[in-house]
């Protein structure tokens, strides 16, 4: 019998995150103590059991992680599983060691000291087993000490296709395409939401790949796209984010679809639908971009949202 060997390819990093990104998760925050006894914590949903008897679970951290330094070094950690009303809880603990996070977040010391937090669906206390190599990660395995889950059937909160989600309103998959433009090859995310404008992701490159992708918002206009309007220059500061982004070799623009009717005037001033933002650039494996031009407000809305915003340019697109 002739056995068979398929020929093994390697995987762009984007096509196994949108797969694995199609398979919905709970969200947890992961904490300890930092070599002065202050809390740290992240917002992590590669986590699992992994055994019962022995009781273990596992949690995964990128080497850099400020939170995977302070388990290594107190030798225990705590799993917290987030409920839906932790949106906010979530995409704090989701910016890369901001000690901001903590301000007003009721916790207590649990067995171990680390922290819990009282109105988690269910926390699970562990000491630190042993770390083992998982590529650009590490993987904490943790022998289960404490083990309890809240009263109640409050509704878990989710992660799904790179955004969070609840039970009753995961957000849709996104629509993908091939974009050729005079620029080389780009191509298409798009994403909705109910209530809320379409945002596309014109990418070029992997993105996810870069450490600080730059990463450009644009708000529609038809007056300064579509007709060439001298009441403004969208159509040039579109064309200068897509320059920088080809001469960078990877990058996103993010680009809403206008509400309004050119007599309604440009559309640069009025809101950027960050939420959808955020899902497109974490289905994409963009956490710490480098923004460039974008609309006011913006930046805030994203750090808030969870991600790790670097300002580049600051007027608006």
Same mark, same amino acid.
């Given at each position: 019998m002739?056995e068979?060997t ?17 398979f ?13 006894g202050?809390?740290?914590?992240t917002?992590a949903?590669?986590?699992?059991? /992994? ?24 030798g225990?950690f ?9 949106r ?13 996070a ?11 000291g680390s922290?819990?937090?009282?109105? &988690?669906l269910?926390?699970?206390e562990?000491?630190?087993?042993r770390?083992v190599?998982? !590529?650009?990660?590490?993987?904490a395995? !943790? ?7 809240a ?6 909160l ?7 989600a609840?039970l ?25 939401? &109910?209530?809320?404008?379409i945002t596309v ?6 993105p !996810?790949?870069v450490?600080h ?8 206009c ?9 009441l ?5 500061a579109?064309? *200068? ?6 001469a ?10 206008p ?5 309604e ?9 960050a939420a959808?933002?955020? !899902?497109?650039l *974490?289905?994409?494996?963009?956490s710490?971009?480098r923004?460039?031009?974008?609309p006011p407000?913006l930046?805030?809305? /994203?750090q ?5 915003v670097?300002?580049?340019l600051?007027? &608006? &697109?």
């Open positions: 002739t068979f398929p020929e093994l390819r390697p995987v762009p990093a984007r096509d196994l995150r949108a797969a694995m990104g199609a919905a998760t709970g969200v947890t925050v992961v904490t300890s103590l930092d070599a002065t202050a809390p740290v914590g917002t949903n590669a986590v699992t059991s /992994l055994s019962l008897d022995p009781p273990l679970v596992l949690a995964c951290f990128g080497r850099s992680s400020r939170t995977l330094a302070a388990l290594r070094r107190h225990a705590a799993i917290n599983v987030l409920g839906a009303h932790h906010e809880l979530s995409a704090a603990f989701a910016r890369s060691g901001d000690p901001a903590w301000d007003g977040v009721r916790h207590e010391p649990g067995a171990t922290p819990r937090l009282p109105d &988690a269910a926390t699970v562990c000491v630190l087993e770390l190599d998982g !590529g650009d990660h590490e993987i395995i !943790g022998r289960v000490v404490g083990a309890d889950v009263a109640g059937d409050r509704e878990p989710l992660f799904f296709r790179g955004a969070h609840r009753a309103d995961a957000p849709p998959a996104a629509v993908e395409c091939a974009l050729p433009t005079r620029r080389g090859g780009f191509r298409a995310v798009a994403l909705s939401r &109910a209530g809320g404008p992701a014109l990418v070029h490159g992997d !996810g790949a450490r992708p730059l990463v450009a918002a644009h708000p529609g038809l007056l300064g796209e579509a007709f060439g309007s001298t403004c220059d969208c159509r040039a579109l064309d *200068r984010s897509f320059d920088a982004i080809v960078e070799g990877a990058g996103v623009v993010l680009y809403a679809k509400e309004a009717s050119p007599a005037g440009c559309a640069a001033t009025r809101p950027f639908d959808t933002a955020t !899902g497109l *974490r289905r994409l494996g963009v710490a971009p923004l460039g031009a974008h407000g930046a805030a809305e /994203l808030r949202l969870g991600i790790e670097h300002v580049e600051r007027e &608006a &697109a």
